[in-house]
């Protein structure tokens, strides 16, 4: 067991420092000078070497690649190019929003497949598992950028129940969030439904039927927890396709967290802000990814107990 | 087994054809009709007009083509090159397959299609480099796959034999291994496929897929956002062409997965 945690551990922090180095090497795939793209063409030359001194560029690259892993250590990820600030004041501002709207869509997911899964494993077969795999089906095959707009369209617009953008209170999640968790209810509704297949031919399923207990408290009691374990490894393996799904759901709604942030530093060419964007954002899966692990094997007494 | 195919198999035919033939086809996706700016579906436009007056059919079957183009690339290239640094990893063992693990799992790390955006962002828009960016991130799940499905079968007595015969690596890697480890490569290239059609789409959402005045079904959709309420069948078209090719995708590779009978065991 605990040979196991330290593996995992030794490999997250393997990881973590690729990470780390892929992120470092975007700034060199650009085609042409960085120098000359962030700042066009038309730049003086005082400032584009100015600009190259200050991003270090100027440097040989095992040089830059030891003062970046030195800056990530100390939080320090630079200014951005575009506002002037700093790109930790930045995130710092950032990051709740999305945690917010990841948090929202993550409750709405497991709200609409827990129900739709329980039925469909439990009347598997008949027109409830038909019905309930066939809407997952819809879910995993509508992208949100379609999604999104589709949402505002028919709320927003036509009925006028929720605002269009921006990020002003309550009313203003409830359509990102649908449009963000959609697809990670259709991927766990189908997770709900195969663990509590598996379950439900379980034998002490079959003796608490037995016992005469009522269908509710034989699937909710004794089903359920049972099945939690694969089901909660699939909301960690998701949880990155939820942030990067963040990124295109955040764009769409004006929604004003890291993942529009991504989106404008690109735009404008503000690489130092793309670079902590993605790094910040896979650093954030990475953990969650290790910690998915680490709780799978404390939640398991027949691994958590093993000596 | 012919009628639970056909629904998803005529959308994927229908996609096929209108996108190998749009060039063949008299369409006029580029052409700019003035007094029909955002005009609704008639006769001659059954999908009606966009925000420029061009008949949006036609821009539909031309972002057909971007997508199929794309998809094709991208899942081809992500497969022969990640099934072949799969297989040598487990073939060759020891310090090659650590290195290669270790690289998948820093790709893998890298959430959704994140990656993607980023380095056709840095990268510069335009389709080619929606392509390089998309297979950089694409070949991960096939070696990821190649391997562990090679780890179980290189140790089979027919291999084994094969090598006690002296047969070269290179046939024992084509007859020997390829063939067996195929079924499970297609059903994820199946999906890959569905994933990169969106993948493709989401980046011309984002403006760093196919650029203007060329179609792409994900830049119809950012275009139509603007025109949502005098305008929805511009979002509409799209998105409901893409809707249905990655919902039958989808569906045929689940049909695929049980004929097959394959487990995708996304473990490590």
Same mark, same amino acid.
């Given at each position: 067991?605990? $040979?196991?945690?330290?593996?995992?551990?030794?490999?997250?922090?393997?990881?973590?420092?690729?990470?780390?180095?892929?992120?470092?090497?975007?700034?060199?795939?650009?085609?042409?000078?960085?120098?000359?793209? #962030?700042?066009?063409?038309?730049?003086?030359?005082?400032?584009?070497?100015?600009?190259?001194?200050? %991003?270090? %560029?100027? %440097?040989?690259?095992?040089?830059?690649?030891?003062?970046?892993?030195?800056?990530?250590?100390?939080?320090? %990820?630079?200014?951005?190019? @575009?506002?002037?600030?700093?790109?930790?004041?930045? +995130?710092?501002?950032?990051?709740?929003?999305?945690?917010?709207?990841?948090?929202?869509? =993550?409750?709405?997911?497991?709200?609409?497949?827990?129900?739709?899964?329980?039925?469909?494993?439990?009347?598997?077969?008949?027109? &409830?598992?038909?019905?309930?795999?066939?809407?997952?089906?819809?879910?995993?095959?509508?992208? $949100?950028? &379609?999604?999104?707009?589709?949402?505002?369209?028919?709320?927003?617009? &036509?009925?006028?129940?929720?605002?269009?953008?921006?990020?002003?209170?309550?009313?203003?999640?409830?359509?990102?969030?649908?449009?963000?968790?959609?697809?990670?209810?259709?991927?766990?509704?189908? #997770?709900?439904?195969?663990? +509590?297949?598996?379950?439900? $031919?379980?034998? @002490?399923?079959?003796?608490?039927?037995?016992?005469?207990?009522?269908?509710?408290?034989?699937?909710?009691?004794?089903?359920?927890?049972? !099945?939690?374990?694969?089901?909660?490894?699939?909301?960690?393996?998701?949880?990155?396709?939820?942030?990067?799904?963040?990124?295109?759901?955040?764009? =769409?709604?004006?929604?004003?967290?890291?993942?529009?942030?991504?989106?404008? !530093?690109?735009?404008?060419?503000?690489?130092?802000?793309?670079?902590?964007?993605?790094?910040?954002?896979?650093?954030? @899966?990475?953990?969650?990814?290790?910690?998915?692990?680490?709780? @799978?094997?404390?939640?398991?007494?027949?691994?958590?107990?093993?000596? | 087994?012919?009628?639970?195919?056909?629904?998803?198999?005529?959308?994927?035919?229908?996609?096929?054809?209108?996108?190998?033939?749009?060039?063949?086809?008299?369409?006029?996706?580029?052409?700019?009709?003035?007094?029909?700016?955002?005009?609704?579906?008639?006769?001659?436009?059954?999908? /009606?007009?966009?925000?420029?007056?061009?008949?949006?059919?036609?821009?539909?079957?031309?972002?057909?083509?971007?997508?199929?183009?794309?998809?094709?690339?991208?899942?081809?290239?992500?497969?022969?090159?990640?099934?072949?640094?799969?297989?040598?990893?487990?073939?060759?063992? /020891?310090?090659?397959?650590?290195?290669?693990?270790?690289?998948?799992?820093?790709?893998?790390?890298?959430?959704?299609?994140?990656?993607?955006?980023?380095?056709?962002?840095?990268?510069?828009?335009?389709?080619?480099?929606?392509?390089?960016?998309?297979?950089?991130?694409?070949?991960?799940?096939?070696?990821?796959?190649?391997?562990?499905?090679?780890?179980?079968?290189?140790?089979?007595?027919?291999?084994?034999?094969?090598?006690?015969?002296?047969?070269?690596?290179?046939?024992?890697?084509?007859?020997?291994?390829?063939?067996?480890?195929?079924?499970?490569?297609?059903?994820?290239?199946?999906?890959?496929?569905?994933?990169?059609?969106?993948?493709?789409?989401?980046?011309?959402?984002? /403006?760093?897929?196919?650029?203007?005045?060329?179609?792409?079904?994900?830049?119809?959709?950012?275009?139509?956002?603007?025109?949502?309420?005098?305008?929805?069948?511009?979002?509409?078209?799209?998105?409901?062409?893409?809707?249905?090719?990655?919902?039958?995708?989808?569906?045929? /590779?689940?049909?695929?997965?049980?004929?097959?009978?394959?487990?995708?065991?996304?473990?490590?």
């Amino acid at each position: 067991m605990l $040979n196991y945690l330290f593996a995992r551990c030794i490999t997250a922090i393997f990881v973590i420092f690729g990470v780390s180095t892929l992120v470092f090497m975007l700034i060199h795939i650009v085609p042409g000078d960085p120098i000359e793209v #962030m700042l066009g063409e038309t730049a003086q030359f005082a400032d584009t070497e100015a600009l190259r001194i200050a %991003l270090g %560029l100027h %440097l040989p690259l095992h040089q830059q690649w030891l003062n970046f892993m030195s800056q990530l250590f100390t939080l320090d %990820l630079g200014t951005s190019l @575009y506002s002037k600030r700093e790109i930790t004041a930045l +995130l710092a501002e950032r990051i709740p929003p999305t945690v917010i709207l990841a948090c929202a869509s =993550i409750i709405i997911a497991i709200l609409i497949a827990l129900p739709l899964g329980i039925m469909a494993a439990v009347y598997r077969g008949s027109l &409830w598992d038909t019905s309930a795999m066939t809407i997952s089906m819809f879910g995993i095959s509508i992208p $949100n950028f &379609w999604m999104g707009p589709l949402l505002i369209m028919v709320f927003s617009l &036509w009925l006028g129940w929720f605002p269009v953008s921006g990020n002003e209170g309550f009313a203003s999640l409830i359509l990102p969030a649908i449009t963000l968790g959609t697809a990670l209810a259709a991927l766990l509704s189908r #997770m709900v439904r195969a663990a +509590l297949l598996e379950v439900l $031919n379980e034998d @002490y399923i079959r003796a608490a039927r037995a016992r005469g207990l009522s269908q509710f408290t034989v699937v909710l009691r004794h089903g359920l927890p049972n !099945a939690a374990l694969p089901i909660i490894t699939v909301l960690g393996m998701q949880f990155g396709s939820l942030l990067a799904g963040a990124v295109i759901t955040e764009t =769409i709604f004006s929604w004003p967290g890291v993942g529009q942030l991504t989106i404008e !530093a690109i735009q404008k060419r503000d690489y130092p802000v793309v670079q902590a964007c993605v790094l910040l954002i896979s650093l954030v @899966y990475v953990t969650v990814n290790l910690f998915t692990d680490l709780a @799978y094997a404390f939640l398991d007494p027949r691994v958590r107990l093993e000596k | 087994m012919i009628r639970s195919f056909s629904f998803p198999l005529i959308i994927l035919v229908a996609w096929c054809l209108l996108a190998l033939s749009a060039t063949l086809l008299p369409l006029r996706p580029d052409e700019i009709i003035l007094q029909k700016i955002l005009a609704l579906p008639e006769w001659q436009a059954w999908l /009606g007009y966009d925000d420029l007056g061009r008949p949006i059919a036609d821009r539909l079957i031309m972002g057909a083509r971007t997508s199929l183009l794309v998809a094709f690339c991208v899942v081809s290239i992500s497969l022969v090159v990640g099934t072949a640094i799969g297989v040598f990893a487990a073939w060759f063992g /020891g310090w090659w397959d650590k290195i290669t693990v270790l690289v998948i799992d820093i790709f893998i790390a890298f959430p959704g299609i994140l990656l993607a955006i980023a380095l056709a962002g840095l990268l510069g828009p335009g389709i080619m480099n929606a392509v390089i960016a998309l297979s950089i991130v694409g070949w991960v799940g096939f070696a990821r796959l190649a391997r562990a499905q090679t780890l179980t079968v290189k140790e089979r007595e027919h291999v084994t034999a094969a090598r006690a015969l002296g047969t070269s690596t290179s046939r024992i890697a084509f007859y020997h291994l390829l063939p067996l480890i195929l079924a499970p490569l297609i059903v994820e290239a199946t999906f890959a496929i569905a994933g990169t059609v969106i993948a493709e789409a989401s980046l011309s959402f984002l /403006g760093l897929g196919v650029q203007p005045p060329d179609a792409s079904w994900g830049s119809m959709i950012r275009e139509g956002t603007r025109y949502m309420l005098v305008a929805p069948h511009m979002v509409l078209a799209p998105g409901v062409a893409i809707f249905l090719v990655v919902l039958s995708i989808n569906l045929l /590779g689940d049909k695929l997965r049980d004929k097959m009978d394959v487990r995708l065991n996304n473990g490590k």
